[in-house]
């Protein structure tokens, strides 16, 4: 599979030697806006071909799958043009800025029969299958609720300080705790409160985000953009827990009974980065013919779109731009 990536910054490095170390997939085009810089990426990785506009590289027939790693405010937009020329595209998380711009690229996605997939990693790690094969094998019985926090220093990160860029804690970093609490409770939730805390730029600095289930279970979610935190989940059940270390990009899951004894340890598998896990999926839904992933279907990112959409409703945070 020839390999493209289109916005080369930090994540795109990342992804770019992940590709590298993959066997059946290369990295064949990279594109930035700049095109000395994508010169001058492309001579670093290896790469043949780079192009100095996004549109370049999505007109390429050569490329099968283009990752666009472009800040949110930009994916609506690139991973549109992307699919209008007939390219598959691994779209980085958050999946767009808001509801109404992921179901446009959804319903665009089945109107060209071309593979749309969020590139939200931890939904597609050996660790995250592991966790629901022991949630399904009821070991701690039935769940209770649901905790998790995330943060990192970022202030300084101009895509997550800007609400031009569609920046804020939320779409950068709480949709990994929101995505902690969909994966072991799903999404029946009755009611939804949150309190944020925000920069003097109007965006999301931190916030807690409490989720209350039609079965009475709760998930209570932290995340911030002002310090770095243990970024760990934990499951309550009636008959024990389930403590997951990194829910950014799951390290070790530990299983303990009611009486506190650790019943089972499983440690993260030796892996190139993590990002392979997303690549080797798309590859396996374009040889099947797929428009989706089974990891991260659309309805699912569908659905997270609306919870953020409801959450920024809650704090009154709109972006330039949106209706």
């Not at 100095?52 to 690139?78: N, Q």
């Not at 980065?273 to 992933?293: D, F, H, Q, T, W």
Request: hydrophobic share 40%; glycine share 8%.
């Amino acid at each position: 599979m020839n390999f493209g990536i289109l916005g080369l910054g930090t994540i795109a490095e990342k992804m770019a030697l992940t590709v590298s170390k993959m066997e059946g997939v290369t990295l064949a085009g990279v594109a930035a806006r700049d095109l000395n810089k994508a010169v001058n990426f492309a001579k670093r990785f290896g790469v043949e071909k780079a192009y100095g506009t996004y549109e370049d590289l999505a007109s390429d027939d050569s490329i099968d799958l283009i990752y666009v790693a472009t800040p949110h405010s930009f994916h609506y937009e690139h991973a549109k043009m992307c699919m209008e020329h007939g390219r598959a595209v691994l779209l980085e998380k958050a999946f767009c800025v808001n509801e109404r711009e992921a179901e446009k690229l959804i319903s665009l996605s089945a109107e060209k029969n071309v593979l749309l997939c969020e590139a939200m990693w931890v939904r597609f790690m050996p660790l995250a299958k592991r966790l629901s094969e022991l949630l399904s094998e009821d070991l701690i019985g039935e769940i209770v609720s649901v905790t998790a926090n995330i943060g990192y220093e970022l202030t300084k990160i101009e895509r997550v300080v800007e609400p031009a860029l569609a920046g804020g804690a939320l779409l950068d970093v709480g949709i990994y705790a929101l995505t902690f609490a969909t994966m072991a409770l799903g999404y029946d939730i009755s009611y939804l409160s949150t309190s944020v805390v925000k920069l003097s730029s109007g965006v999301d600095a931190q916030e807690n985000i409490t989720l209350t289930y039609q079965s009475g279970a709760m998930a209570d979610l932290y995340s911030t953009m002002l310090s770095n935190t243990n970024r760990q989940g934990v499951i309550y059940g009636t008959d024990g827990y389930i403590e997951v270390d990194n829910i950014n990009r799951f390290e070790a899951l530990r299983v303990y009974d009611r009486n506190h004894n650790c019943i089972k340890e499983i440690e993260r598998e030796p892996q190139i980065s993590g990002y392979e896990y997303e690549v080797m999926a798309c590859m396996e839904a374009l040889k099947r013919g797929e428009i989706e992933c089974e990891q991260m279907p659309h309805a699912m990112t569908l659905r997270m779109m609306q919870i953020m959409d409801g959450i920024r409703r809650q704090w009154g945070l709109v972006y330039p731009g949106e209706e």
